[in-house]
């Protein structure tokens, strides 16, 4: 015979337990007196109070495609937003605006560097060339050109990078600058696709119009040797 009887559902029950329903009615009642308090919080002074401190503006002398401008701006402004907003030259794109697309590719002082990662406050003096300053409209770049031939970009968005990248490219191997394909290029030597592939990692198609692209560069690099 069994010592221990079964004790009843009800028996059973500790006077702690409480049903789903009691739960989600208890939860909902704390989430609402939290919500109604949070008002009275925020209005207390000194409370969640965030700190803005005034933009810090400075004084900036630098040559953009030949046309010298002074301007005073946020020091926090990225060479980027200067040229797009207070210069008006919406030719330099802005992708990732983290420095990973290669869109804001514009030249410094004939280097490449992505314009949305650099403060133009450190550009004082320094002599910047945009897309707009490579060439004219009766008198295209080089590179220009071979991009038209080769048909090397599809919506465009990226190509204004691609093609200031391109130019630096060329100057580089030009110069001797080495790469992770080729430490000591030889400057008089074929620049190769896959150096070309190489150099150009930096700025992305999302079009994938790549193939083109290097044909492009190839064709203007073979036009320089040849000039």
Request: aromatic share 4%; glycine share 8%; charged share 20%.
């Amino acid at each position: 015979m069994d010592n221990h009887p079964t004790k009843s559902r009800e028996s059973a029950s500790s006077p702690t337990e409480i049903s789903r329903r009691d739960f989600v009615q208890a939860s909902a009642a704390i989430a609402g007196s939290i919500a109604l308090g949070i008002p009275a919080i925020a209005q207390q002074p000194g409370i969640n109070e965030p700190s803005v401190s005034e933009p810090e503006y400075v004084a900036l002398s630098l040559t953009v495609n030949g046309k010298q401008h002074e301007v005073s701006i946020d020091s926090r402004t990225s060479l980027l937003d200067l040229l797009r907003e207070a210069l008006g030259l919406y030719g330099t794109k802005k992708g990732c605006d983290r420095g990973q697309c290669g869109a804001c590719t514009v030249l410094v002082n004939g280097q490449r560097i992505v314009s949305c990662l650099s403060l133009a406050a450190c550009h004082d003096g320094d002599q910047v060339t945009t897309i707009e300053g490579l060439g004219t409209e009766e008198q295209l770049h080089p590179v220009q050109l071979a991009f038209l031939d080769h048909d090397g970009f599809q919506c465009g968005y990226c190509t204004p990078g691609q093609i200031c990248s391109a130019v630096a490219l060329l100057k580089e191997w030009k110069a001797g600058e080495g790469s992770a394909l080729a430490f000591t290029p030889n400057a008089a030597a074929e620049l190769s696709r896959d150096e070309i592939r190489e150099r150009m990692s930096g700025n992305l198609c999302r079009c994938s119009a790549y193939a083109n692209i290097v044909a492009a560069v190839e064709a203007a690099h073979r036009s320089e040797r040849s000039a």
